[in-house]
């Protein structure tokens, strides 16, 4: 069974850091891109960021480009994101997202961590 | 960029009454379009991909139909766990509609 486990959500100050991961089991991670969604309070889904199988592709939605870093480590069976320079818009739960085989579509999510960026 | 807009915003419906979602992209993305069921507390579901293909476990009630610019989510007959805000997405940079709400009338 396919698990995603998101973890290192919580209330940080604007232009502050915080590092989000997602364990995940159940399957073979290395093989899949792996992606975050978040979705803020009261607003709808939004893709943030993706990466290869064996990270050496990476990408960005242009709200979170240049703050936000993804990555993963295949050893652990977990992917990561670094978000700096937060600000209030990024408050949001976060989501870990895997696609569906051979696709480009999220079939398997995990239960979300919720980021509050406030002073 | 490829933009999504889902219509209407909020649909009121009653159980058993067929429901009916509009996405509409700004260009074409052929068929590569999913959809996806959103409620309180839950991270999404994946209800149909490819535009027309049903998920694993989900009931045939919900269909999708459209290609192009222009498709359809259709539940064929509501049950009350129906309700729920609906999203479609697609392929091309991972974008998601804004949404449709669907309420009990």
């Known amino acids: 069974e396919v698990q995603l486990l998101e973890s290192g959500g919580g209330l940080v100050q604007p232009g502050g850091s915080l590092r989000l991961s997602c364990a995940a089991s159940g399957f073979r991670f290395s093989t899949y891109a792996m992606n975050w969604v978040r979705q803020a309070p009261g607003k709808g889904l939004e893709w943030v960021s993706g990466i290869s199988g064996n990270g050496g592709s990476t990408y960005y939605a242009d709200s979170v480009k240049g703050r936000f870093t993804i990555s993963r480590d295949n050893s652990k069976n977990t992917l990561y994101l670094q978000m700096n320079s937060l600000r209030a818009e990024d408050t949001a739960v976060y989501y870990c997202a895997k696609p569906l085989t051979g696709y480009y579509y999220f079939d398997n999510w995990g239960q979300g961590t919720l980021v509050t960026v406030s002073s | 960029e490829t933009v999504l807009t889902q219509s209407p915003a909020t649909l009121s419906l009653s159980p058993t009454e067929r429901a009916t979602l509009s996405c509409r992209a700004s260009q074409s993305v052929s068929t590569y379009l999913a959809w996806y069921q959103k409620k309180p507390g839950q991270p999404p579901r994946l209800l149909i991909y490819?535009?027309?293909?049903?998920a694993t476990g989900i009931p045939a009630r919900f269909s999708g139909s459209g290609s192009g610019t222009d498709f359809t989510l259709t539940i064929s007959s509501l049950e009350p766990e129906d309700f729920a805000v609906y999203y479609c997405?697609?392929?091309?940079?991972w974008g998601f509609g804004q949404g449709t709400k669907l309420e009990i009338k």
């Open positions: 997405q697609q392929r091309s940079n």
């Open positions: 490819d535009a027309s293909k049903r």
